[in-house]
């Protein structure tokens, strides 16, 4: 059986940027206090009854940045879709973000390769997969959803599309992606398997008409076999929106979220009266049930529902998610999740 390995480098990352966004509201000090973790006390159903329009939610602390962008849409009556397009570029154009768009760590043979997928309110969809050259994949995804018959298109075929439709080819890699690309080449002897990079961008919006969109843009598992596609462009899976019941997306090892659709069931155990936080918890906890050794792996759901009530849980509570509402701006939440 494959060896996922949980990464060190991941939460270093994020805790880079954690330094560098700002607006985040630390509970550590009252959980001090209190002698309880921060995450449980920050997470567990932490929007119960709000009813938050408009509302962006995204995953990692580089959601934050992400967060902004889509907000600027949304405080000018903007779409949804359009908030979370907007939103994700910031991630997929930030070089120093090494799991998503430009800078991307490569596959094993040194290939960066790109997944994404969006989702609007009226069950539209569009994907991108095993797509190389272009900076932001989100935008083909858009594109493939408006401009052709299709959901999704991949590999060489995705990319004639893309230069057809405007986009540049370019050289996606970076300083940091070749570094990591090539120590891991020293340590890890042409073997793929292992967690290096978990750190998707799934977002969620609800604009002020209380319409849903989602997006999520990923450059997959870091070493990855040349041509491993992950959860993350299959509708369903790694994104999921029903504008009359909500969405929800995902990150983490993209094979159990595939294996399981998780957001796709999340939408389905909210219309059957779960709370986001629930379904998120329900879907985690079908995934450990499901497959053999889940419970070991990094694995996260963001939800929200068409109240504007949001929610999250993971395999564990290593995961940050970034809300922007009304209330209370722009705010980093630790994810509740299984105890390990
Ligand atoms: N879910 C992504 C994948 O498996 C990985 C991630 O979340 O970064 O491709």
Redesign the pocket.
């Known amino acids: 059986m494959f060896n996922f390995k949980s990464n060190l480098e991941s939460e270093n990352k994020n805790n880079t940027m954690k330094r560098k966004t700002f607006l985040i509201r630390s509970f550590s000090t009252l959980a001090g206090m209190l002698a309880v973790p921060a995450p449980n006390l920050l997470a567990h159903n932490p929007s119960q009854g709000q009813k938050n329009k408009p509302l962006v939610i995204s ?1 990692w602390p580089h959601g934050m940045e992400a967060n902004i962008a889509a907000w600027e849409v949304l405080m000018q009556n903007g779409r949804a879709l359009d908030a979370v397009e907007k939103g994700v570029r910031v991630t997929e154009l930030d070089p120093d973000v090494t ?2 768009g430009v800078g991307s760590n490569p596959d094993r043979d040194g290939n960066i390769t790109l ?1 994404a997928s969006i989702m609007d309110e009226h069950g539209n969809c569009g994907a991108v997969a095993f797509l190389q050259h272009i900076k932001n994949p989100i935008s083909v995804a858009r594109e493939v959803m408006e401009k052709t018959p299709h959901v999704m298109l991949a590999g060489e075929g995705a990319l004639q599309f893309a230069l057809a439709n405007g986009f540049k080819k370019e050289d996606l890699h970076t300083d940091l992606s070749r570094q990591h690309w090539e120590e891991w080449k020293k340590s890890h002897e042409y073997e793929p398997i292992g967690l290096n ?4 961008i799934s977002m969620l919006a609800i604009d002020s008409k209380g319409d849903i969109s989602g997006a999520c843009t ?4 870091a070493f ?1 076999y040349h041509g ?5 462009p299959i509708i369903g899976a ?1 994104l999921y929106v029903d504008n009359e019941i909500g969405g929800a997306g ?6 159990v ?1 595939m294996k399981t659709l998780g957001s796709f069931l999340i939408v389905e155990l909210m219309r059957n009266g779960l709370s986001p936080y629930e379904a998120c918890r329900e879907a985690v906890m079908r995934a450990m049930k499901k497959i053999p050794g889940a419970e070991d792996l990094p694995i996260y759901y963001i939800a929200v529902n068409k109240q504007g009530e949001f929610g999250a849980y993971g395999t564990n509570r290593k995961f940050e998610y970034a809300v922007y509402t009304e209330n209370k701006g722009n705010t980093l939440y630790r994810s509740d999740g299984v105890l390990h």
């Open positions: 995953t799991s998503v997944d990079n978990h750190d998707t990923t450059g997959g598992l990855k491993r596609v992950g959860d993350s790694g995902g990150t983490g090892v993209g094979e979220v």
